[in-house]
């Protein structure tokens, strides 16, 4: 079983920026891609940006420009840099571990993320 520990969430302030952290216990190129998702009060949780082994990104149309996710394969450790951050990207995020394209992969604990002045 696979463990995710993340961290890196909080509040912050329209237009600022933060950095989600999500270390892995095995290595990450065991998985297909590595992702984070998203779910807002009374939404769906949705896909906010993925990372496959090969190196290929796909990134959620309202996140475009704005966020990056990125890895260190020796700290196996995947990030999702925040910018520019909106009222509406606050949500709980989760880090997601997904053994092939058809799995639905395993999920981290998830943390807060609060865009608000």
């Known amino acids: 079983q696979v463990q995710l520990v993340e961290s890196g969430g909080g509040l912050v302030q329209p237009g600022g920026s933060l950095r989600r952290s999500c270390a892995v216990s095995k290595s990450i190129f065991s998985f297909y891609a590595m992702g984070w998702y998203r779910q807002a009060p009374g939404k769906q949780r949705e896909l906010v940006a993925t990372?496959?082994?090969?190196?290929?990104?796909n990134y959620a149309d309202s996140v475009k420009g704005r966020f990056a996710i990125s890895r260190n394969t020796g700290k196996n450790t995947v990030y999702l840099q925040m910018d520019r951050l909106k009222p509406e990207d606050t949500a709980v995020y989760y880090c997601?571990?997904?053994?092939?394209?058809?799995?639905?992969?395993?999920w981290g604990p998830g943390t807060q993320v609060t865009v608000s002045s």
């Open positions: 990372l496959t082994k090969g190196g290929s990104t």
């Open positions: 997601n571990a997904q053994e092939s394209a058809l799995a639905v992969g395993s």
